[in-house]
T-cell receptor
Framework: DVKVTQSSRYLVKRTGEKVFLECVQD?????MFWYRQDPGLGLRLIYF???????EKGDIPEGYSVSREKKERFSLILESASTNQTSMYLC?????????????FGDGTRLSIL | AQKITQTQPGMFVQEKEAVTLDCTYD???????LFWYKQPSSGEMIFLIY??????QNATEGRYSLNFQKARKSANLVISASQLGDSAMYFC????????????FGQGTRLTINP
């Protein structure tokens, strides 16, 4: 069965801290994605990666960076956390080149910045 | 630019009734795919059904079917014989097939099934 694992379900950090959210997939997928989910706004893409060490900005990359050193792992980094980054963060992965394949999601991380 | 619109923030339905969740989309690309996901209160996103822009027939998966009207740019999800476990957030999403397979999501509809 496909599996995307996010390192934490709940996380509380302080303003100004550097925050790491980790995501691991065991399906050998080429594509990985980070979204944030806010009420009334749906899911918005922060960054995605289509290969190791490759990344592209999504719709709301400001204040975030990512790292993909290995195919199975995609990390989201909040360089200096701010209260407006309090949100639900979802990681996803998908196969490259197959149009009807869905993205598979992790269980999400609820991040609170105090 | 691609856009998905879900105009129903919340819906309340009696158990065993059928329910239709609305989704309209906007794209100028001829090749695209439409997805529906379910998100229970636990938070995980569960893939339900897919419709490709060139598919001749409406997609069906068990109790889920997709009412795809290409000319109207709508892709409504129909759930037949609703169950209490169908209570969740539902998201419509679109992927344009040229590019890096990004998904664009709608705002979501919260469905509540009443006993």
């Amino acid at each position: 069965d496909v599996k995307v694992t996010q390192s934490s379900r709940y996380l509380v950090k302080r303003t100004g801290e550097k925050v790491f959210l980790e995501c691991v997939q065991d399906m050998d997928h080429e594509n990985m994605f980070w979204y944030r989910q806010d009420p009334g706004l749906g899911l918005r893409l922060i960054y995605f990666s289509y290969d190791v060490k490759m990344k592209e900005k999504g719709d709301i990359p400001e204040g975030y960076s990512v790292s993909r050193e290995k195919k199975e792992r995609f990390s989201l980094i909040l360089e200096s956390a701010s209260t407006n980054q309090t949100s639900m963060y979802l990681c996803a992965s998908s196969l490259e080149g197959i149009s009807n394949q869905p993205q598979h999601f992790g269980d999400g991380t609820r991040l609170s910045i105090l | 630019a691609q856009k998905i619109t879900q105009t129903q923030p919340g819906m309340f339905v009696q158990e065993k009734e059928a329910v239709t969740l609305d989704c309209t989309y906007d794209t100028s690309d001829p090749s695209y795919g439409l997805f529906w996901y379910k998100q229970p209160s636990s938070g995980e996103m569960i893939f339900l059904i897919y419709q490709g822009s060139y598919d001749q027939q409406n997609a069906t998966e068990g109790r889920y079917s997709l009412n795809f009207q290409k000319a109207r740019k709508s892709a409504n999800l129909v759930i037949s014989a609703s169950q209490l476990g169908d209570s969740a957030m539902y998201f419509c999403a679109m992927r344009v097939l040229q590019g890096a397979q990004k998904l664009v999501f709608g705002q979501g509809t919260r469905l509540t099934i009443n006993p």
